[in-house]
Every structure is written in structure tokens, then in C-alpha cells.
């Protein structure tokens, strides 16, 4: 079996140090050949310099890495029509995507090569729903808009890589009472709404306590959080986010800017091994 293996060196916590050596041990020990490919880095908003070839003649791709380095290759893969199972190895910060598909390697690397070798054995792939943001780039988790982009803007990643997910906690601690809501237009499968938020968010994938968000049914849920601390959800397959000004918005984590923010869902695009 060809893999193509994409490692991201700066993701996450020196804890999840020894999970490559875990990786090139079990592949070799099971005689896959293998492509290893660490990412390199990029100014905001650009791709990673993937190898067409090797990605488009593998059989299975490996991502070890955080929420953003799963996003970018399910992104490279989507805009180049391939259809690929993915290995989700989780070593971010978040790792929100794995742990709604219930994804948990352990950081000292105790159990992964034998959830490695499961899951190159696996021949029927989970298929999940993306969102095409823009019309240019996909998604899996969520878009969000407001104060969900901010505290991502301002969550530094040495802070990440030391405390992970608490990182963004800290954030939200020394920020969320000093950010104010703002107007936008939400428009949710053609009807408008003006709502008046400190920030709106558009999931795929999430695992929140109280709302049923399935990643397979097609459906985009939006949350958007008021001036006033009122919790408004909608449901629907094409939505847009438009601002007075131009202000930023993340996907799963990473940071753009614009006015307008269209998010549509695409059935069944990724195959997670």
C-alpha cells in the first residue's frame, strides 16, 4: 500500500514529539511504502506546496498535525478532486475535528501504532460533509465571524504549543468582556436575518452538548451569540455572513478577512479512514 504521510513539526505540544517515529516504525513494520512530507511555513491565507503526483498516487494519506494541517490537506484534496481516505493522527492544540469523530491518540505515543495499523486496514471509510467558503476554499469544522475570529487572531502559538486548548481559554478570559457585537446580515437558504452579535458561527462538525450536529446529513448549523447573550440557531445548506466593514473571519482556525462570507455544504466530500 502507497501512503502519503504529511507531519506538521510546529502543531501542537512537545508532547506529541515521539508520534512521527511512532509512524515511520509501524509503516515500515508492516512494509507500506511511504512519502513523508513536513509542512512548511506559509503567509496567511497561502497553501502548502503539496506534490501533486505523490498525493494523487497514494492510496491512504496520514496527517499528523492539528486542526489546521487536516483542513489544509482535506482542502488540497477537495479543489483537486481527489478522493483519498484520511488517517487523522491528532497533535494540535484543539484537535476538534478528531475528537467529534472520537479520535484520541495518546501523547506518549502508547496505542497509536496499533490505531494506525486499524485504520490502514480499514476498506469503508466514514464519508463526512465540507463546506466550500468563498467559493474557494473548504472547510470541516466551522466559520466564524466576530469574536470566534478574534480570540484565534490573538491566541499567540507559543501559547498554543504550551498550553493548548487552554490557550484560547486564557484569551476569552482577558477579552470577552471588553468585545462589543456588531450588525450583520445573515442570510440562511435565501431568508435574511439582521441580527445584532458579538459573533456568529457556522458548524459542520462540533461536538456541543445541546444540539445534535451531524456531519453526514447535509446540514449547516448557525449559532449566533447577541449583544445581549441570547443564543439564536439556524439550520440550512447555504449560508452568508456580510458586515458593514470588512472584518475577519477564521476556517477551523485559521484567519482571513472580507465582508462577505458565503459557506455552502458539499455532501459526503471526505473519506476519514
Known sequence: MKIFTVFNPVSGAKKWSNVPEVVKETLKKNDHEFFWFETQKTARGEWQNFPLAKIAGADKIIVIGGDGTVSEVIDFLLRNKLKIPLIILPCGSANLLAGSLGIFPSPLGVGIGAALEKSLKNTAPQLLDA???????????????????????????????????????????????????????????????????????????????????????????????????????????????????????????????????????????????
Open 131 to 273: 463546506m466550500l467558503v468563498n467559493r474557494s476554499r473548504y472547510g470541516m469544522i466551522a466559520v466564524g465571524r466576530g469574536y470566534d475570529a478574534f480570540v484565534m487572531k490573538e491566541t499567540a502559538r507559543p501559547l498554543k504549543r504550551k498550553f493548548g486548548l487552554f490557550a484560547y481559554a486564557l484569551t476569552i478570559l482577558k477579552t470577552a468582556l471588553f468585545y462589543r457585537a456588531a450588525p450583520y446580515r445573515l442570510t440562511v437558504d435565501g431568508t435574511r436575518h439582521h441580527v445584532f452579535a458579538k459573533t456568529i458561527v457556522v458548524i459542520n462538525i462540533l461536538p456541543l452538548p445541546k444540539f445534535l450536529i451531524n456531519p453526514r446529513d447535509g446540514i449547516l448549523d448557525v449559532f449566533a451569540l447577541t449583544g445581549r447573550h441570547r443564543l439564536l440557531h439556524y439550520t440550512g445548506k447555504n449560508i452568508s455572513i456580510k458586515a458593514k466593514k470588512e472584518l475577519r473571519f477564521e476556517i477551523d482556525g485559521e484567519v482571513f478577512k472580507g465582508k462577505t462570507v458565503t459557506i455552502e455544504v458539499i455532501r459526503n466530500a471526505v473519506q476519514i479512514a
